[in-house]
């Protein structure tokens, strides 16, 4: 049987792994800059904490574990002739991966609120999976990177948040622009439209826009259940300005009387104000009120990232979310998170050429294996090389050398080092430079420098 990979996953090569570890890095040296600290959690969780977070459609996405031995044994006969999938996976499976980092963490501070000193920020850069429709950008295996705080309704970890994404994308070298919305203005477009008991169904919609254009989004929101009359009222939606402020004063306007609403708005101002107080570029900050992100557990502020010079859909994305350990059983613990999409953002920098030399993971010496005394000298003088941090290794077999000449090459080595009988007599180093063509013989101190 030919080998194959499972679909939506993906092996990395020894380049790959080196320029996600140095997007990784970056991202974690801010993480920490900012105050965060790291946490881990389990790759797969009890069913019961993932279902019923992330929306219907969330749901169906999450990878089921099936229970191990003979899983169809307590499986009732009724529901497994009527192929009855939602009664029969709580009877087949009990255990299932994690669909993100954000519920994990929020089951973790759930458990563990009483040793924690808030408020608490932590970071996570760990693997997560969705059963989605594999293409470019999107898979089934995934990293998330998180940065989250819990224990603080104060809108100045909204701003610092704004600042973390553009210092780290900075670093990366993508330029990008984060759009932000509120999920309390969402809420009183809603109660603006007649429509609060849809308020999900309208969101769900709207936050396709991108992908299905205004059509698309006013035959979803038919489709769904929400009348002509209502649609019409939301039509300004679809025609914003470029000026974020002056959109904030034109739904403070139509939100009249609508505390929900204008308590949203209010919110958005103070971020986007202070945000651009500290040198925030009007540039890289958008107020985009068709963006609805479809997770249900979000509250407030809402964040996504894109690539100004990629086309790539969202390379980042998050918000406010508080009550979100409500449903372990915990109140009144206010929290926020973004998210760092590492895969897409290795492929905005594949397309753009912005991995520096240094993001590779090169061998600096290959020593040539001439056989006998010579070996036991090289691999002596490799040993002393190590334990300076220098990477070195031999050439396993005393081979032709131009067999070891061509293996350097391909394995894209720095030098070629020749520790001959002469250079051992002589106590010297030969070396050639793989990639400038040079060749230099050197005494042995200045070769270990």
Not at 163 to 176: D, H, I, P, T
Not at 198 to 212: G, H, P
Not at 357 to 376: D, R, W, Y
Not at 430 to 445: F, H, P
Request: with cysteine; proline share 2%; net charge negative.
């Amino acid at each position: 049987m030919k080998p194959s990979l499972a679909k939506g996953t993906r092996d990395f090569t020894a380049l790959e792994v080196a320029r996600r570890r140095y997007i990784i890095n970056t991202l974690q040296k801010n993480f920490e800059l900012f105050g965060f600290q790291p946490l881990e959690t389990p790759s797969f969780e009890n069913l019961s904490t993932l279902t019923g977070k992330y929306g219907e459609e969330g749901d169906r996405l999450i990878f089921k574990i099936l229970n191990s031995g003979d899983y169809t044994s307590k499986v009732n006969q009724e529901d497994w002739e009527s192929k009855n999938h939602q009664k029969l996976t709580s009877q087949i499976s009990d255990k299932a991966l994690r669909y993100d980092l954000t519920v994990p963490f929020a089951r973790f501070v759930a458990m563990n609120h009483n040793q924690l000193t808030f408020p608490f920020k932590r970071y996570q850069i760990q693997p997560v999976w969705r059963a989605d429709r594999p293409q470019k950008g999107r898979f089934r295996e995934f990293y998330q990177c998180d940065a989250d705080v819990v224990g603080s309704e104060s809108l100045l970890q909204e701003v610092d948040l704004v600042q973390l994404y553009l210092k780290s994308f900075a670093e990366l070298g993508v330029s990008v622009t984060i759009h932000i919305n509120n999920r309390k203005i969402l809420s009183g477009l809603a109660e603006f439209a007649g429509i609060t008991d849809k308020l999900i169904d309208f969101t769900v919609a709207l936050d396709k826009l991108d992908k299905i254009g205004k059509d698309g989004v006013v035959k979803e929101l038919l489709e769904r259940g929400i009348a002509q009359e209502s649609i019409d009222k939301l039509d300004f939606l679809f025609n914003q300005s470029d000026d974020a402020l002056e959109n904030l004063l034109q739904l403070k306007e139509k939100f009249a009387g609508n505390e929900t609403g204008l308590k949203g708005v209010e919110e958005l101002e103070f971020v986007i104000t202070q945000s651009l107080n500290l040198g925030v570029d009007i540039q890289n900050l958008v107020f985009d009120i068709t963006l609805a992100r479809g997770l249900d557990y979000y509250t407030g502020a809402i964040f996504e990232v894109k690539a100004d010079e990629v086309q790539m859909g969202s390379i980042g994305g998050g918000g406010r979310y508080d009550n979100l350990t409500e449903v372990f059983g915990v109140k009144n613990i206010p929290g926020i998170g973004i998210s760092f999409g590492l895969d897409r953002i290795y492929l905005v920098m594949e397309e753009l050429g912005l991995f520096p030399e240094e993001a590779t993971s090169k061998v600096e010496f290959l020593f040539a294996n001439f056989g006998g005394n010579e070996t036991i000298e090289a691999l002596k003088l490799i040993r002393q090389l190590r334990e300076k941090g220098i990477s070195a290794e031999m050439y396993p077999e005393a081979a032709k050398i131009g067999k070891q000449f061509t293996y350097a090459e391909k394995k894209g080595i720095k030098n070629l080092v020749f520790l001959g009988e002469e250079e051992i007599k002589n106590g010297t180093v030969t070396y050639k430079d793989l990639e400038a063509g040079e060749q230099k013989t050197v005494s042995l101190e200045e070769f270990l420098g």
